[in-house]
């Protein structure tokens, strides 16, 4: 395997038969300490949340595979925290997908004058950032994609799309055990002429709420996998 991309969660190798490697790390985004799947740097580790997040995302893939929504999921290894995956094009160098049902966390640092934290957002808001530490993961239109060449507007329509359903599925699993989820972040990638979902579906990508309190990421696994 040759390593090709060394992320904060995750790192990435390639194989031989095409197919993509992740390896799943302990380390989760945050802030001195405290979980936040708003922030861009890793705030604090976790001992066993890479395996955890990975059969987190299984459950999903395998959900959405039912569902008949096509993602980058071929298989997994949980005792060695790993997945193999298609391999796809991201867009520009990193893009990431929000998906808000309620307005919290930046989305209220942003628009608090307007809204109240722990607002419903009807029909879920769809928001897309850059990949980009240094710039603080600058927001970007579906326009602003299509201007800089990133992704024309059938693709960001397929994209955004794919993520209201998804986070409705996920949303509607996660009622089944007394949970409410708020946001969560995805990744796309283009593969064989499609936008598909890439990267993973895991506790530290979403942020949950269980009457009126947030569930902490390893705490959501376990009520998530051990139901």
Request: overall charge negative; hydrophobic content about 40%; glycine content about 10%.
């Amino acid at each position: 395997m040759k390593k090709i991309y060394e992320g904060k969660t995750k790192d990435v190798y390639s194989l031989e038969n095409g197919n993509v490697l992740l390896k799943f790390k302990d380390d989760c985004t945050g802030k001195d300490g405290v979980f936040d799947p708003g922030e861009n740097t890793v705030g604090l580790t976790i001992e066993g949340i890479g395996r955890e997040n990975l059969r987190t995302s299984v459950y999903y893939f395998d959900l959405l595979k039912k569902a008949g929504i096509k993602t980058h999921y071929v298989s997994a290894d949980v005792a060695e925290a790993t997945m193999e995956v298609l391999p796809a094009t991201v867009f520009g160098h990193g893009l990431e997908v929000i998906c808000r049902l309620v307005a919290t966390g930046s989305f209220i640092r942003r628009y608090g004058e307007y809204i109240e934290d722990g607002t419903p957002l009807d029909g879920g808001y769809v928001e897309c950032t850059f990949k980009n530490d240094a710039k603080g993961d600058p927001l970007v239109t579906g326009e602003g994609l299509a201007a800089l060449g990133v992704m024309t507007p059938d693709l960001f329509e397929s994209m955004k799309a794919q993520t209201l359903a998804i986070t409705k599925i996920v949303a509607d699993d996660l009622k089944t055990i007394g949970l409410d989820l708020w946001d969560i972040k995805f990744e796309f990638g283009y593969n064989n002429g499609q936008v598909i979902l890439i990267d993973e579906i895991a506790s530290g990508n979403m942020r949950v709420y269980k009457d009126s309190k947030i569930v902490e990421p390893v705490e959501l696994t376990k009520l998530i996998l051990n139901r």
